[in-house]
C-alpha cells in the first residue's frame, strides 16, 4: 500500500518561476492538507480540502493555491515562487467524516527558492 | 482557538533512561489527542492517539493519557533507545473542525 505519494521529492527553483508540488494519495480518504514545516515553527496549514470539489484556506495561505478534482489528488501550487516559499511541505489525507482524524502524511517535498 | 503547547527541546538522553515530553493544550469542545514522531529525512506518522478523557494510548514503549482537568497529554516511555531519536508532535483535533493544530515539536536525541 503506498498511502501517499508526493513529488518531486527535492527541487531548487528560480524566484519567480511557477511550481507544482504534486500528492496523490490511494487510501480513498476525503480529506487532504498541506503543510509547509520550517525549523522553529513547527507545522503550519497551508490549504485543505474535506471532499473533492472544495477547498480551504489554512494559516497560512497566501501566494499558493490548490484544486481537488477528484479524491485521489490534491496538488499545491506556487503562482510565482519567492525565497520565503523556502520549505520542506507535506500532504497529509484522514478519512473525515465520524473518525478519530489521524492523519497520514506523505514523505515531504523539499523545495529551496533562489 | 485551539493551541498546543509542548516542552521545549532538544532533549537529550542516555540510552534506557526514562522519557517525559509534555504537551497542553487549548480547545473548545472535546477533541481526540494524537503523538506524532518523524524520524530523519521521513514524514510524520501516528505514534498513538486518544480519542476521550482518561483514555491512555499506546505504542512501541510509549504512552500518553488523556487528562481533560489538567488539559494535558504527556508522552512518556520508561525506556529510551537510540532509535527513538526523532522529532515528536503533540496534536489535537476538534472532530467537527475537520483541523489539526500541531504543537512546535521536541527534538529527541538518545545517545548510546
Known amino acids: 500500500i503506498a498511502g501517499i505519494t508526493q513529488a518531486p521529492t527535492s527541487q531548487i527553483l528560480a524566484a519567480g518561476r511557477r511550481m507544482t508540488l504534486r500528492c496523490t494519495q490511494d487510501?480513498?480518504?476525503?480529506?487532504m492538507y498541506w503543510y509547509r514545516q520550517d525549523l522553529g515553527l513547527g507545522l503550519r496549514l497551508i490549504h485543505y480540502s474535506n471532499t473533492a470539489g472544495t477547498t480551504g484556506k489554512g494559516e497560512v495561505p497566501d501566494g499558493y493555491s490548490v484544486s481537488r478534482a477528484n479524491t485521489d489528488d490534491f496538488p499545491l501550487t506556487l503562482a510565482s515562487a519567492v525565497p520565503s516559499q523556502t520549505s520542506v511541505y507535506f500532504c497529509?489525507?484522514?478519512?473525515?467524516?465520524?473518525?478519530?482524524?489521524?492523519?497520514?502524511f506523505g514523505e515531504g517535498s523539499r523545495l529551496t527558492v533562489l | 482557538g485551539n493551541s498546543v503547547t509542548q516542552m521545549e527541546g532538544p532533549v537529550t538522553l542516555s540510552e534506557e533512561a526514562f522519557l517525559t515530553i509534555n504537551c497542553t493544550y487549548t480547545a473548545t469542545g472535546y477533541p481526540s489527542l494524537f503523538w506524532y514522531v518523524q524520524y530523519p529525512g521521513e514524514g510524520l506518522q501516528l505514534l498513538l492517539k486518544?480519542?476521550?478523557?482518561?483514555d491512555k494510548g499506546s505504542n512501541k514503549g510509549f504512552e500518553a493519557t488523556y487528562r481533560k482537568e489538567t488539559t494535558s497529554f504527556h508522552l512518556e516511555k520508561g525506556s529510551v533507545q537510540v532509535s527513538d531519536s526523532a522529532v515528536y508532535f503533540c496534536?489535537?483535533?476538534?472532530?467537527?473542525?475537520?483541523?489539526?493544530?500541531f504543537g512546535d515539536g521536541t527534538t529527541l536525541t538518545v545517545k548510546p
Open positions: 486518544a480519542t476521550k478523557a482518561d
Open positions: 487510501m480513498r480518504h476525503n480529506a
Open positions: 497529509a489525507s484522514s478519512d473525515g467524516g465520524q473518525g478519530t482524524g489521524e492523519l497520514f
Open positions: 496534536a489535537l483535533k476538534n472532530t467537527n473542525a475537520g483541523k489539526s493544530t
